[in-house]
T-cell receptor, first 112, second 111 residues
Framework: DAGITQSPRYKITETGRQVTLMCHQT?????MFWYRQDLGHGLRLIYY???????DKGEVPDGYVVSRSKTENFPLTLESATRSQTSVYFC???????????FGPGTRLLVL | EDQVTQSPEALRLQEGESSSLNCSYT??????LFWYRQDPGKGPEFLFT???AGEEKEKERLKATLTKKESFLHITAPKPEDSATYLC????????????FGDGTTLTVKP
C-alpha cells in the first residue's frame, strides 16, 4: 500500500554537482510526471512519461534528464545543479493521460 | 498555450463563513479540470475532476462547478481543518498527459 514514494526527501548539494531524485510507484500506472514547485507558486511540469522508454518534455525541461526503463521507476537527474534549481520536486503518476494524478510527498532540494 | 488563473491568492475566513474560490482557464479542447488540496510540506491531494460545462461535484463541505471559462470551488461552513492551498489544473486536447496548474489559493479558516 506504499503508493508513490520519493527519495531522498531532503537534499543539499553544491553548484555543478550531479543529483538524481528517485520516484517509485506501486500501482503500475502508465503515466508518470515530474514537477517543480517554487515558493508561493503552483506546479510546473518538467518531464513526463507515457510508458516505459517513452518520455517527453514539459514546460521547464532545461537542465534536467529523465529515464524510464521500468514502469514503476522514473528518476530525475540534474546533470550540473544550479542555484535556480533550488525547489521542491514532486513526482506524480496516473492511469492514463487525462486521469487524476497522484502525487508523492516531494523532495526538497537546496543548491548552494 | 493552456493558461490557468486562480483568485484570490489568499483568503481568510471565520469558521462557518462560506465563500468561493475561482479558477479561470483558457484551453484548446478541455479534457478535464482538476481540483487538488495541498497541505504545507505535502504533495497535492486529489479532490475533484470535472469534464464538461454544467458539471458539479460535491464532497463534504466542498462543491466544485464548471463553466466554459471558469470553475468555482464553493466552501460551505468551513472548519479550521479546511485550511490549505487549493490548486486548479487543466488538461487540454492538444496536450495529452500534460496538466497546467494555477498558482493556487491559500485558505485560512480561523476558529
Amino acid at each position: 500500500d506504499a503508493g508513490i514514494t520519493q527519495s531522498p526527501r531532503y537534499k543539499i548539494t553544491e553548484t555543478g554537482r550531479q543529483v538524481t531524485l528517485m520516484c517509485h510507484q506501486t500501482w503500475s500506472h502508465s503515466y508518470m510526471f515530474w514537477y517543480r514547485q517554487d515558493l508561493g507558486h503552483g506546479l510546473r511540469l518538467i518531464y513526463y512519461s507515457a510508458a516505459a522508454d517513452i518520455t517527453d518534455k514539459g514546460e521547464v525541461p532545461d537542465g534536467y534528464v529523465v529515464s524510464r526503463s521500468k514502469t514503476e521507476n522514473f528518476p530525475l537527474t540534474l546533470e550540473s545543479a544550479t542555484r535556480s534549481q533550488t525547489s521542491v520536486y514532486f513526482c506524480a503518476s496516473s492511469v492514463g493521460g487525462k486521469e487524476t494524478q497522484y502525487f508523492g510527498p516531494g523532495t526538497r532540494l537546496l543548491v548552494l | 498555450e493552456d493558461q490557468v488563473t486562480q483568485s484570490p491568492e489568499a483568503l481568510r475566513l471565520q469558521e462557518g463563513e462560506s465563500s468561493s474560490l475561482n479558477c479561470s482557464y483558457t484551453v484548446s479542447g478541455l479534457r478535464g479540470l482538476f481540483w487538488y488540496r495541498q497541505d504545507p510540506g505535502k504533495g497535492p491531494e486529489f479532490l475533484f475532476t470535472l469534464y464538461s460545462a454544467g458539471e458539479e461535484k460535491e464532497k463534504e463541505r466542498l462543491k466544485a462547478t464548471l463553466t466554459k471559462k471558469e470553475s468555482f470551488l464553493h466552501i460551505t461552513a468551513p472548519k479550521p481543518e479546511d485550511s490549505a492551498t487549493y490548486l486548479c489544473a487543466v488538461q487540454g486536447g492538444t496536450n495529452a498527459g500534460k496538466s497546467t496548474f494555477g498558482d493556487g489559493t491559500t485558505l485560512t479558516v480561523k476558529p
